[in-house]
């Protein structure tokens, strides 16, 4: 327990705070610290200050301004495609060449009008003669083949069918199942728990409860309702007779006057201080997309999993 102060179990829920990495360094306000510190450090370059934007040629980095066509002849693209064409027409050896009669254009689908042959006999339609079809003899009827490669399979071979033997494929099951039983029994109680121990914001199973339930509590019997009261007689009005109560007004007794005893105010020293009883301590709340990743990645899946996405 520190001197002064609390302790590190009730500011963080921990025994023992971690030490931190920056102890004794010097302070520096952020406001104080300049934009760029580097920047007020040695020489710095020192230009010869902005020109601005005229009709002369003082904000720019040539002494004189150059243009992109200076000095090139002027072309007529009209000019230049003609004389193209020219020169293309004089590669012709003559003159261009026509048929000496025109195209045929077919009459229908299936003639050879206007085609440099005649018909061909493979495109015909005629049916050529074929053979009767003989079909060949049956083959012989076997049964077919039991499936099954022979080993572990019965009544697959030759011989008998191997005998039955059982085997012990839930033997590691019944012996953990075994152990089980008896650590319950040799267990004399739960787990030790204590009040004070910080729980999560968020709890695993937020329907679950380690109390009982309490007995299921029986409605009350109705009582029947009794027929209201209803007197002989009208009630009667008090007045100065009387006449309305049951006694008449009991005589006025002067009470005597008493001073009550006044209470001396305590002094500071002979108060006392009041400190309440701690209540749940606070602790690091690990968070809920940690908590997936860690419940869904573990030791047995970590080389194995992969990420999704839906």
Do not use: W
Request: glycine share 10%.
């Amino acid at each position: 327990m520190p001197a002064e102060g609390k302790s590190d179990l009730e500011r963080i829920g921990l025994f023992s705070e971690m030490g931190y990495v920056t102890i004794g360094d010097k302070y520096v306000s952020q406001y104080m610290r300049p934009f760029n510190e580097a920047a007020s450090k040695n020489r710095q370059m020192l230009p010869g200050g902005s020109k601005t934007l005229s009709a002369l040629q003082e904000g720019y980095f040539e002494p004189q301004f150059v243009r992109i066509f200076d000095g090139e002849a002027y072309s007529n693209p009209v000019q230049l495609r003609r004389r193209y064409r020219l020169a293309e027409a004089k590669k012709n050896l003559g003159k261009a060449f026509l048929p000496s009669n025109g195209d045929k254009l077919p009459c229908g689908k299936g003639t050879y009008y206007g085609t440099i042959g005649g018909p061909f006999a493979y495109f015909s339609a005629q049916l050529k003669a074929r053979e009767r079809y003989i079909p060949p003899g049956k083959n012989f009827y076997t049964n077919p083949g039991k499936k099954g490669t022979g080993y572990g399979y019965a009544n697959l071979t030759i011989g008998e069918q191997y005998p039955h033997e059982p085997d012990g494929c839930e033997l590691e099951k019944l012996i953990a199942k075994k152990a089980r039983e008896e650590h319950k029994r040799l267990a004399k109680g739960g787990p030790f728990k204590i009040n004070l121990y910080p729980q999560d914001y968020f709890d695993v199973n937020p329907y679950f409860n380690d109390k009982p339930l309490p007995p299921v509590k029986k409605p009350p019997l109705e009582k029947p309702i009794a027929p209201p009261f209803i007197p002989s007689s009208p009630a009667k009005k008090s007045g100065g007779m009387k006449g309305g109560t049951f006694d008449p007004y009991p005589s006025h007794s002067a009470d005597p006057y008493v001073i009550k005893k006044s209470m001396a105010v305590p002094t500071s020293k002979e108060r006392k201080i009041f400190y309440p009883p701690p209540g749940p301590r606070s602790r690091p709340v690990t968070s809920i997309i940690t908590l997936n990743v860690t419940r869904s990645i573990n030791a047995n899946n970590y080389k194995t999993a992969h990420l999704t996405s839906d």
